[in-house]
């Protein structure tokens, strides 16, 4: 069955220190991944895709088939990252997307 | 640049009524979903809606929920006969075709009293 893991609910860290957001997924076939962000009180904003391997506001993730993760990471955290971090997978043959249950980013100045 | 509308922001209903939670997608969009956040909860998958009809739903999308798009803009939610476990976030979304993610509308909240 599909699967995403986000272990943390929480995730405090200082202004300037290294993030990384966890998420495995549970997939057998080619997943695209995602992450979201969810500022307080606004919609659900795509941040990153991996098939782009682009980087977006400092974030970067890379799909790890091996150990089927998708960790978000972000060399220097800034105050204006706090906000709600969604993995989402959708697999190769169907529609829907599967959310993680989110990670709660605190940076604190 | 264009968005998901959603409509009303926040909707109080007395349990045993019919709500319709409306949604525009995006124009040129070919899918489009509603999910659900209960209050601390995960984001929930409840359909998923391409040309003119449900491709796919959850087990949450019983016999009291449908979709509409009645006039090929909107995108409708209806709960038939509401519990107070459907006070939650309704999120609509919509995506173009291929490998692309879905963009979310800013989500009506539903309280059931």
Known sequence: ?109 | EPEVTQTPSHQVTQMGQEVILRCVPISNHLYFYWYRQILGQKVEFLVSFYNNEISEKSEIFDDQFSVERPDGSNFTLKIRSTKLEDSAMYFCASRTGGVTEAFFGQGTRLTVV
């Open chain 1, 1 to 109: 069955a599909q699967r995403v893991t986000q272990p943390e609910k929480l995730l405090s860290v200082f202004k300037g220190a290294p993030v990384e957001l966890k998420c495995n997924y549970s997939y057998s076939g080619s997943p695209e991944l995602f992450w979201y962000v969810q500022y307080s009180r606004q919609r659900l904003q795509l941040l990153l895709r991996h098939i782009s391997r682009e980087s977006i506001k400092g974030f970067t993730a890379d799909l790890n088939k091996g150990e089927t993760s998708f960790h978000l990471k972000k060399p220097f955290a800034q105050e204006e990252d706090s906000a709600m971090y969604y993995c989402a997978l959708r697999g190769d043959n169907f529609n829907k997307f599967y959310f993680g249950s989110g990670t709660k980013l605190n940076v604190k100045p």
